[in-house]
């Protein structure tokens, strides 16, 4: 029992300079990835203001530096040193998915990494391990190098999207406000007129009150038509500014099998009107297909609000049309048996 | 960049055909000819073996209890003359008679297309792997018909599904439910060839139709009759027969097009094979000259940088290819249509008889004690 209690406060406790968490407590711990002992920040700035010393733990001595200190995010002190080893060697290993041809070889790397990492972190050659490391971070630096550039660059490209969503949302809260408050304006405008009229028109009241709400629905339909062209107009300023980044993207499927599909259709679709508002109208294109369900389905706003588009789902028989065509299952199998 | 080597190394490539192989219809339920009748007797072979071990055990009890009897008749009791299982063709046409069936009750449900085609498609898979000697198909077929309407997304409760069927317990359903699926061994989606058949009916538009119309007297509601009776014929014809095992999907829809306008699909095929993929090839060779990078999988492809007269040489024998493809494409359909068409009808009286052999096979207990019955009753 006792045990724990010292424990407790020994955790709480700088063992340098013996401060109390529970006398300051915003003190604050911070260790070094040299050796991961323990101090609080101002020992910390005691001792390593003036220049690298060594670590004021009895019979550790490395030489510690003041920027390599950082706080501590893992209670395990274990944990907190495998992950920066991990930050290392993948630094150095950072080769993605993409470089590879197949997904075995990737796993492979990982599975090296990973070794690497357990070695390093928990091994018996960890030093050998690390200067192995070093070696090879020589040796390969150009790559390692062109390939960081790479993935900052696409971690910007995510950034700069972000931003830019960022900024269009606050300028559509403007804009929003800015209608509300013209149309706080505009109701109390609209009460003093109806009083006046009340007051000096030889009409019914009934049927000024009738006019003003007719007049007043009118605004509001117009107010929402006016807010959705604005949205849509953002929109599609923020996708004709980021469609380019997109639209370089291969578009292969996803093969559960070895090898990417086949994006040779055997098959060539008819255009196929894509916008809702055509499909609505109904008039059949003498281009498209033509096919009665069809143009019934296309309309169907049930179907539509669900995310059904007329263009997949002919996609989609197409494939399914042609999916075997090709298999002659009597020579196929025969072959197979023999 | 020497990065991954991505650039070098090709990756292999799947084709639309490739992805029908990967599927369990073609792996395990796709056969030859002679494969699937092989399968069948095989079926039979195995159900006679089951149905002699079940009368053997009820004969041998009886022969313990009525020894003088036996000792009395010895040919009418022998255990060969008694013994009469259902031959091949006899199971083959009662089966034939039950698929027959399948469709009554499926209409009889109001059931969609898919419905009773997924399962017939069971029914008769069922039947590859056991034999009515093991399982009287009656109660089979409704067990299928329940687990491929739950599988089509026309679900029924099984009570009131059990309600409408004559003498039908739940229980008889659900206890075969596992049985079945064992027998499918789970694998339960089922290409049909009606979703083929629309997309021909619409690919046959974009090819006949348009630009301009190829043929002078065949437009859209000419296509769209073509696509009716092309349905029927599936109905009729395709269904209940053994086509699905044979033939892929679209080769079956080709086949019901076929059939009921030669022309129109020939010259469908015509285009589609000798015309449009030649043209198709001709426009990626002119690619790849531009642009030497694009990596293209096609065996007759990577000659990059010969001369123009060697691509028209190359072209010459790509048209040959193409007119062989089209020459198996349409061998392989007339013999789907011959197949399909060669299933014959059993006559009510013929399942009649079949029927009350395959009871007596199934419950040679009964027969047993009829024949003894009749056999005492004689001495006295």
């Given at each position: 029992?006792?045990?724990?209690?010292?424990?407790?406060?020994?955790?709480?406790?700088?063992?340098?300079?013996?401060?109390?968490?529970?006398?300051?407590?915003?003190?604050?711990f911070?260790?070094?990835?040299?050796?991961?002992?323990?101090?609080?920040?101002?020992?910390?700035?005691?001792?390593?203001?003036?220049?690298?010393?060594?670590?004021?733990?009895?019979?550790?001595?490395?030489?510690?530096?003041?920027?390599?200190?950082?706080?501590?995010?893992?209670?395990?002190?274990?944990?907190?040193?495998?992950?920066?080893?991990?930050?290392?060697?993948?630094?150095?290993?950072?080769?993605?998915?993409?470089?590879?041809?197949?997904?075995?070889?990737?796993?492979?790397?990982?599975?090296?990494?990973?070794?690497?990492v357990?070695?390093?972190?928990?091994?018996?050659?960890?030093?050998?391990?690390?200067?192995?490391?070093?070696?090879?971070?020589?040796?390969?630096?150009?790559?390692?190098?062109?390939?960081?550039?790479?993935?900052?660059?696409?971690?910007?490209?995510?950034?700069?999207?972000?931003?830019?969503?960022?900024?269009?949302?606050?300028?559509?809260?403007?804009?929003?406000?800015k209608?509300?408050?013209?149309?706080?304006?505009?109701?109390?405008?609209?009460?003093?007129?109806?009083?006046?009229?009340?007051?000096?028109?030889?009409?019914?009241?009934?049927?000024?009150?009738?006019?003003?709400?007719?007049?007043?629905?009118?605004?509001?339909?117009?107010?929402k038509?006016?807010?959705?062209?604005?949205?849509?107009?953002m929109?599609?300023?923020?996708?004709?500014?980021?469609?380019?980044?997109?639209?370089?993207?291969?578009?292969?499927?996803?093969?559960?099998?070895?090898?990417?599909?086949?994006?040779?259709?055997?098959?060539?679709?008819?255009?196929?009107?894509?916008?809702?508002?055509?499909?609505?109208?109904?008039?059949?294109?003498?281009?498209?297909?033509?096919?009665a369900?069809?143009?019934?389905l296309?309309?169907?706003?049930?179907?539509?609000?669900?995310?059904?588009?007329l263009?997949?789902?002919?996609?989609?028989?197409?494939?399914?049309?042609?999916?075997?065509?090709?298999?002659?299952?009597?020579?196929?199998?025969?072959?197979?048996?023999? | 960049?020497?990065?991954?080597?991505?650039?070098?190394?090709k990756?292999?490539?799947?084709?639309?055909?490739?992805?029908?192989?990967?599927?369990?219809?073609?792996?395990?339920?796709?056969?030859?000819?002679?494969a699937?009748?092989?399968?069948?007797?095989?079926?039979?072979?195995?159900?006679t073996?089951?149905?002699?071990?079940?009368?053997?055990?009820?004969y041998?009890?009886?022969?313990?209890?009525?020894?003088?009897l036996?000792?009395?008749?010895?040919?009418?009791?022998?255990?060969?003359?008694?013994?009469?299982?259902?031959?091949f063709?006899?199971?083959?046409?009662?089966?034939?008679?039950?698929?027959?069936?399948?469709i009554?009750?499926?209409?009889?449900?109001?059931?969609a297309?898919?419905?009773?085609?997924?399962?017939?498609?069971?029914?008769?898979?069922?039947?590859?792997?056991?034999?009515?000697?093991?399982?009287?198909?009656?109660?089979?077929?409704?067990?299928?018909?329940?687990?491929a309407?739950?599988?089509e997304?026309?679900?029924?409760?099984?009570?009131?599904?059990?309600?409408?069927?004559?003498?039908?317990?739940?229980?008889?359903?659900?206890?075969?439910?596992?049985?079945?699926?064992?027998?499918?061994?789970?694998?339960?989606?089922?290409?049909?060839?009606?979703?083929?058949?629309?997309?021909?009916?619409?690919?046959?538009?974009?090819?006949?139709?348009?630009?301009?119309?190829?043929?002078?007297?065949?437009?859209?509601?000419?296509?769209?009759?073509?696509?009716?009776?092309?349905?029927?014929?599936l109905?009729?014809?395709?269904?209940?027969?053994?086509?699905?095992?044979?033939?892929?999907?679209?080769?079956?829809?080709?086949?019901?097009?076929?059939?009921?306008?030669?022309?129109?699909?020939?010259?469908?095929?015509?285009r589609?094979?000798?015309?449009?993929?030649?043209?198709?090839?001709?426009?990626?060779?002119?690619?790849?000259?531009?642009?030497?990078?694009?990596?293209?999988?096609?065996?007759q492809?990577?000659?990059d940088?010969?001369?123009?007269?060697?691509?028209?040489?190359?072209?010459?024998?790509?048209e040959?290819?193409?007119?062989?493809?089209?020459?198996?494409?349409?061998?392989?359909?007339?013999?789907?249509?011959?197949?399909?068409?060669?299933?014959?009808?059993?006559?009510?009286?013929?399942?009649?008889d079949?029927?009350?052999?395959?009871?007596?096979?199934?419950?040679?207990?009964?027969?047993?004690?009829?024949?003894?019955?009749?056999?005492?009753?004689?001495?006295?």
């Open positions: 029992m006792t045990e724990v209690i010292l424990e407790d406060r020994s955790r709480d406790m700088c063992p340098i300079c013996k401060t109390d968490k529970y006398l300051s407590p915003n003190m604050n911070l260790i070094n990835p040299e050796c991961y002992h323990k101090m609080c920040e101002s020992c910390v700035d005691r001792i390593f203001s003036l220049g690298p010393a060594p670590c004021p733990y009895p019979g550790c001595g490395k030489i510690l530096r003041k920027n390599r200190f950082k706080q501590q995010v893992f209670d395990d002190l274990q944990i907190e040193r495998e992950i920066d080893i991990r930050k290392k060697v993948l630094s150095v290993h950072n080769k993605l998915q993409e470089d590879f041809d197949l997904i075995s070889e990737h796993n492979k790397y990982l599975e090296m990494i990973e070794n690497l357990y070695g390093i972190s928990s091994g018996d050659n960890a030093h050998d391990l690390e200067i192995e490391l070093a070696k090879f971070e020589q040796e390969n630096k150009v790559q390692i190098l062109e390939r960081n550039m790479r993935e900052s660059e696409r971690s910007n490209d995510m950034a700069k999207f972000q931003d830019a969503m960022e900024r269009l949302r606050q300028e559509k809260l403007k804009i929003e406000r209608m509300e408050l013209e149309d706080e304006e505009f109701t109390k405008q609209q009460k003093q007129e109806l009083l006046n009229k009340l007051a000096h028109s030889s009409l019914n009241s009934d049927e000024l009150i009738q006019q003003q709400m007719n007049q007043a629905l009118k605004r509001k339909s117009q107010r038509k006016i807010l959705q062209e604005l949205q849509s107009e929109e599609d300023k923020l996708r004709t500014s980021f469609s380019s980044a997109k639209e370089e993207a291969p578009k292969t499927p996803f093969t559960p099998f070895k090898g990417d599909r086949d994006l040779h259709k055997l098959y060539r679709l008819l255009p196929i009107p894509m916008d809702i508002d055509t499909l609505m109208a109904g008039n059949s294109d003498p281009d498209s297909y033509s096919d369900n069809l143009t019934l296309a309309k169907n706003k049930e179907y539509l609000a669900a995310g059904w588009r263009h997949t789902a002919v996609e989609r028989v197409m494939d399914e049309t042609f999916m075997g065509l090709g298999c002659i299952v009597d020579k196929e199998k025969s072959i197979s048996i023999h | 960049m020497s990065l991954g080597g991505s650039e070098t190394a990756k292999p490539y799947v084709s639309i055909d490739d992805l029908y192989r990967k599927s369990t219809q073609f792996q395990m339920w796709s056969f030859t000819k002679s699937l009748e092989e399968t069948k007797k095989k079926a039979n072979e195995n159900g073996k089951v149905a002699k071990q079940r009368l053997l055990n009820e041998n009890n009886l022969k313990e209890s009525n020894r003088t036996f000792e009395q008749y010895p040919q009418e009791l022998n255990i060969d003359t008694i013994f009469d299982p259902l031959t063709e006899e199971e083959q046409k009662y089966l034939h008679f039950y698929c027959e069936k399948i009554t009750t499926a209409d009889f449900f109001n059931m297309t898919q419905v009773k085609a997924t399962a017939m498609s069971f029914f008769k898979k069922f039947y590859l792997v056991n034999s009515v000697m093991e399982y009287h198909p009656k109660n089979i077929l409704y067990t299928c018909l329940f687990l309407a739950k599988l997304y026309y679900f029924i409760s099984i009570e009131s599904y059990c309600k409408i069927l004559p003498k039908t317990e739940p229980k008889d359903i659900l206890d075969l439910e596992f049985i079945v699926l064992l027998s499918l061994k789970f694998t339960l989606l089922v290409y049909h060839p009606f979703r083929p058949l629309y997309g021909f009916f619409l690919d046959f538009q974009a090819v006949l139709l348009h630009p301009s119309p190829l043929m002078y007297d065949v437009n859209v509601d000419k296509l769209g009759h073509l696509y009716n009776q092309a349905k029927e014929w109905n009729k014809y395709a269904i209940i027969s053994y086509v699905g095992f044979m033939f892929t999907p679209p080769q079956i829809a080709l086949a019901a097009m076929y059939d009921i306008d030669k022309r129109i699909t020939n010259k469908y095929l015509q589609k094979y000798l015309r449009e993929q030649l043209d198709a090839i001709k426009e990626e060779q002119d690619e790849k000259k531009g642009q030497d990078e694009q990596k293209h999988q096609d065996e492809k990577h000659q940088e010969q001369k123009d007269e060697e691509v028209t040489d190359d072209n010459q024998s790509l040959s290819q193409q007119r062989t493809q089209y020459e198996t494409i349409v061998r392989t359909i007339v013999k789907c249509i011959r197949i399909a068409k060669a299933e014959t009808q059993t006559s009510l009286q013929e399942s009649k079949i029927d009350r052999k395959c009871f007596f096979t199934l419950n040679p207990a009964k027969m047993m004690n009829k024949k003894i019955k009749k056999l005492s009753s004689g001495t006295e």
